[in-house]
């Protein structure tokens, strides 16, 4: 099984600053890793698929990065809504997916 | 716009068997374009991926919950099944069905609350 970690588990940032989280994997996934949005009470929101491709209606502001084994999100000005829990997914050992357990950005 | 809702029992007792239904509007699931997945979210273990079904009927489970897990569809009422049997309170969580786009989830429904007690 590909074990998913992220860091930190929480990220403290004021509105209008720049967000980095970051995702790792236990072993190469390339470029197979999706990030997800969720904010309390809701489902998680597709933000990033293929590391890098935001989905559609998602702001530009959301970016993804990285290859093989490292990942980041990246959320350059942060807006209100935007506080929530961030999670990765990989999707290389297909069928079969695993979460990283997520980081909560917060104010 | 596609929809998807989660239904069945918010209770469920240990050892019995959980079953929930997700029904789709908006689109069909008999599209050979996507599949269909149910993930589940404790506070313990975060978000957890139990299985995934096509519109042919190939079911794939995850390894941790395969020999509780069943899934199926009913193209006809246009909804897809889970049952998981043999349940303890670990199992307690929010369901969530979803589409995957092959290999990511791009449309999730609201999840349902399942507990397991007696």
């Known amino acids: 099984e590909i074990v998913m970690t992220q860091s930190p588990a929480t990220l403290s940032v004021s509105p209008g600053e720049r967000a980095t989280l970051s995702c790792r994997a236990s072993?190469?996934?390339?470029?197979?890793l999706a990030w997800y949005q969720q904010t309390p009470g809701q489902a998680p929101r597709l933000l990033i698929y293929?590391?890098?491709t935001r989905a559609p209606g998602i702001p530009a502001r959301f970016s993804g990065g990285g290859s093989g084994t490292e990942f980041t999100l990246t959320i350059s000005s942060l807006q209100s809504e935007d506080f929530a829990v961030y999670y990765c997914?990989?999707?290389?050992?297909?069928?079969?997916?695993?979460f990283g357990p997520g980081t909560k950005v917060d104010v | 716009q596609l929809q998807l809702q989660e239904s069945g029992p918010g209770l469920v007792k240990p050892s019995e068997t959980l079953s929930l239904t997700c029904t789709v509007s908006?689109?069909?699931?008999?599209?050979?374009?996507?599949?269909w997945g149910w993930i589940r979210q404790t506070p313990g273990k975060g978000l957890e991926w139990i299985g995934s079904?096509?519109?042919?009927?190939?079911?794939y489970y995850s390894p941790s919950l395969k020999s509780r897990v069943t899934m199926s569809m009913d193209t006809s009422k246009n909804h897809f099944s889970l049952k998981l049997n043999s349940v303890t309170a670990a199992d307690t969580a929010v369901f969530y069905c979803?589409?995957?786009?092959?290999?990511?989830?791009?449309?999730w429904g609201q999840g349902t609350l399942v507990t397991v007690s007696s």
């Open positions: 979803a589409r995957l786009a092959t290999n990511y989830f791009d449309s």
């Open positions: 908006g689109g069909s699931i008999n599209s050979g374009t996507y599949y």
């Open positions: 079904i096509y519109y042919t009927g190939r079911t």
């Open positions: 072993q190469s996934v390339s470029n197979n």
């Open positions: 293929g590391a890098s």
């Open positions: 997914q990989q999707y290389n050992n297909w069928p079969l997916f695993t």
